[in-house]
């Protein structure tokens, strides 16, 4: 088992920035990819990023490329997700996952889930 929580969310403006942070608790941190999901309102979880085990290999969506950045402390058994430029169509919860699936954009490769956090961006 791998207990995840997330922290960091807020309500900011347009350009602003923001940190997530997800703790990982349970089975080695360092065994699974680490990735970020967003669900905004009416709308599927979307895939955000996902930072493989040894933190080589990172992957982004398109529409956070360049703006955010993921990251892991493993010393903290911790991922980040960094976020800048922020605009009002990033408002989401977003939701830490742990997986052993090679760097999946699909929320079937993630077997943990926290329970989210809500990210609010004013225009």
């Known amino acids: 088992q791998v207990q995840l929580l997330e922290s960091g969310g807020g309500l900011v403006q347009a350009g602003d920035s923001l940190r997530l942070s997800c703790a990982a608790s349970?089975?080695?941190?360092?065994?699974?990819?680490m990735a970020w999901f967003r669900q905004a309102p009416g709308k599927g979880r979307e895939f955000v990023a996902v930072?493989?085990?040894?933190?080589?290999?990172?992957d982004y969506a398109d529409s956070v490329k360049g703006r955010f950045t993921v990251s892991r402390d493993y010393a903290k058994n911790t991922v980040f997700l960094q976020m800048r430029s922020l605009k009002p169509e990033d408002t989401a919860v977003y939701f830490c996952?742990?997986?052993?699936?090679?760097?999946?954009?699909?929320?079937?490769?993630?077997?943990?889930w926290g329970q989210g956090t809500q990210v609010t961006v004013s225009s």
């Open positions: 996952a742990a997986g052993l699936s090679m760097g999946s954009r699909s929320t079937r490769g993630y077997g943990y």
């Open positions: 349970g089975r080695t941190f360092s065994d699974y990819h």
């Open positions: 930072i493989s085990p040894t933190g080589r290999s990172i």
